[in-house]
Each structure stands twice: as structure tokens, then as C-alpha cells.
């Protein structure tokens, strides 16, 4: 088994690729399995996110690129910078993590979350997308 102990420069190349869901790019230490099928241990300091593009060395020194998985998200669009505030702030009260951009914020698909931002006005779409939410500000995961 593969040991994946360090977090190095994005500049290393790569010879193996990491795709992982947002939900295990959270977890420091974990049994996974590379793209390529080979099994691996994650031993990473505790307190950091792994991100798309993100470069691990492994104990052979062998670096892995790790990329974000597809998932089901929740796409809120609106064109006013103040309702898309006011539902990232709704969002952020319900501890939800969100990814934004122009126009738009990013959650996990839930029913609930969509029905209420449709109420608040915004429009919703379902989709399959890499999912990289923003890193808490004092939680030092990024």
C-alpha cells in the first residue's frame, strides 16, 4: 500500500491523479484508492482542505495530483450582488458550505436549501460539477 504523507509545490509533476469528493477532501487520514486502482493511506497534517490541483508525495516519492469529483450540487444564480449576499448569508447561518462566483453560489443539493433561495428569489439549477467550497476563515484549512 501506498503511503501519502506530504502536501508539496504545485510545480512537482505528477504520475498518478487523486479524485475525491469534497466530503474526503476534508479528511486528513483515510484508507483511499488512486485513479489507477492501487490502494493508499493518507496521513496528512490535520486541519487542511485538499483542493483540485493540490500535490501529495507519497513515501516512494511518487506525486499525486489530487482532483475535485463531480457531484450533485445546487447552483443559486441571481444578477442583484445583494440577494446573492443576502443568500449567501442565510447559507452561511445554516452552516452550509458554499463555493461563489460571478453571479452565482455553489451548495451541496438539498431540497430544502433550494426552496428556500427560490422564495428568496433566486434561480436554482441542478447540476454535476466539481464542488470547491470557500475554506472557513479561521479554520485554516486552505
Known amino acids: 500500500?501506498?503511503?501519502?504523507?506530504?502536501?508539496?509545490?504545485?510545480?512537482?509533476?505528477?504520475?498518478?491523479?487523486l479524485t475525491l469528493p469534497f466530503e474526503l477532501r476534508q479528511r486528513t487520514r483515510q484508507r483511499l484508492r488512486l485513479?489507477?486502482?492501487?490502494?493508499?493511506?493518507?496521513?496528512?497534517?490535520?486541519?487542511?482542505?485538499?483542493?483540485?490541483?493540490d500535490r501529495l508525495r507519497a513515501d516512494t516519492g511518487e506525486i499525486i495530483v489530487v482532483?475535485?469529483?463531480?457531484?450533485?450540487v445546487s447552483t443559486a444564480f441571481s444578477a442583484d450582488p445583494v440577494q446573492l449576499a443576502r443568500a449567501a448569508y442565510h447559507l452561511g447561518n445554516r452552516h452550509v458550505r458554499i463555493q461563489?462566483?460571478?453571479?452565482?453560489?455553489?451548495?451541496?443539493?438539498d431540497h430544502v436549501l433550494?426552496?428556500?433561495?427560490?422564495?428568496?428569489?433566486?434561480?436554482?439549477?441542478?447540476?454535476?460539477?466539481?464542488?470547491?467550497?470557500?475554506?472557513?476563515?479561521?479554520?485554516?484549512?486552505?
Open 114 to 142: 433550494d426552496n428556500m433561495l427560490v422564495e428568496m428569489g433566486l434561480h436554482i439549477a441542478h447540476e454535476t460539477a466539481p464542488f470547491e467550497p470557500e475554506a472557513g476563515a479561521y479554520r485554516g484549512d486552505d
Open 67 to 72: 482532483a475535485a469529483a463531480i457531484e450533485e
Open 35 to 53: 485513479d489507477d486502482g492501487r490502494e493508499a493511506a493518507l496521513s496528512l497534517p490535520r486541519g487542511r482542505v485538499l483542493r483540485g490541483g
Open 1 to 17: 500500500m501506498l503511503n501519502i504523507n506530504a502536501i508539496v509545490a504545485v510545480t512537482e509533476e505528477a504520475t498518478s491523479t
Open 100 to 109: 461563489a462566483g460571478s453571479g452565482w453560489l455553489r451548495y451541496s443539493t
